[in-house]
């Protein structure tokens, strides 16, 4: 049941897994109790589809159980309890508790750190959040600043093509948009549409945004009024004369 339910989650049928999942929750705190690892998974699972339906204050009262719960029975520095603090830190984001969203990143980097070392791929996912939240802070110099270091690991360890890469680097160029360096932002999105047309084709949804972030950062160079009105196919091609 409980595989079924995530299922239907991704597959976009939240009501129907919701209603699942909330039956295996009952059942598992019946019969295995509520401090059982895998009743609190079944906190975590349903809290992940509330705050997919919007339900974000059930989703994170769900969440809190869920973190105080590892922290209790598997201490502070437990992957499943870094895993927990940071699903709390989405929603809190979600919920543009922004600060609290943040302090609680910043816990989630520092511990992924200490336990799994600089340059694993959790602690590079960590430090990606921690800096777009500070960018919704508006700390933009501190974001870009933990952008290009997301950027730089992680075109060492996974290669400059790989498509996380090309998230940090899509992640950079907005950043530097709001610092008002455009020039910079332009030529980083740029090579973000040039890979994507190289890897995924013109046409794929990822190539579509980065055309799109491209145009909003030419505009804000009050050189995208005129290119913005085009098609995309005419737009790819205007952009590879540049």
């Keep these: 049941m409980a595989n079924l339910a995530n299922t239907l989650g991704d597959q976009g049928k ?86 609290k ?52 690991k992680r075109q060492h360890i996974l290669g400059d093509e790989h498509s996380d890469t090309l998230t940090a680097m899509a992640n950079l160029a907005v950043t530097l948009s709001d610092q008002g360096k455009r020039d910079e932002a332009a030529s980083v999105q740029r090579q973000v549409l040039e890979k994507s047309q190289h890897i995924l084709g013109d046409e794929h949804p990822d190539t579509i945004r980065a055309m799109n972030n491209l145009v909003i950062i030419l505009g804000r160079q009050q050189r995208g009024n005129r290119i913005a009105r085009f098609s995309p196919r005419t737009l790819l091609s205007l952009m590879r004369k540049r």
């Design 101 to 152: 969203a943040a302090s609680m990143r910043r816990q989630v980097l520092e511990k992924s750190q200490h336990i799994l070392g600089d340059e694993h791929p959790d602690t590079i996912s960590a430090m990606a959040n921690l800096a777009n939240t500070l960018g919704d802070q508006g700390k933009r110099d501190e974001a870009a600043s933990m952008q290009r270091q997301v950027l730089e």
């Design 14 to 99: 939240r009501d129907e897994a919701a209603s699942m999942q909330r039956q295996v929750l009952e059942k598992r705190q019946h019969i295995l109790g509520d401090e059982h690892p895998d009743t609190i998974s079944a906190i975590a699972n349903l809290a992940v589809t509330l705050s997919d339906q919007g339900k974000r204050d059930e989703a994170a009262s769900m969440q809190r159980q869920v973190l105080e719960k590892s922290q209790h029975i598997l201490g502070d520095e437990h992957p499943d309890t870094i895993t927990a603090m940071n699903n709390l830190a989405n929603t809190l984001g979600n919920q543009g508790k922004r600060d």
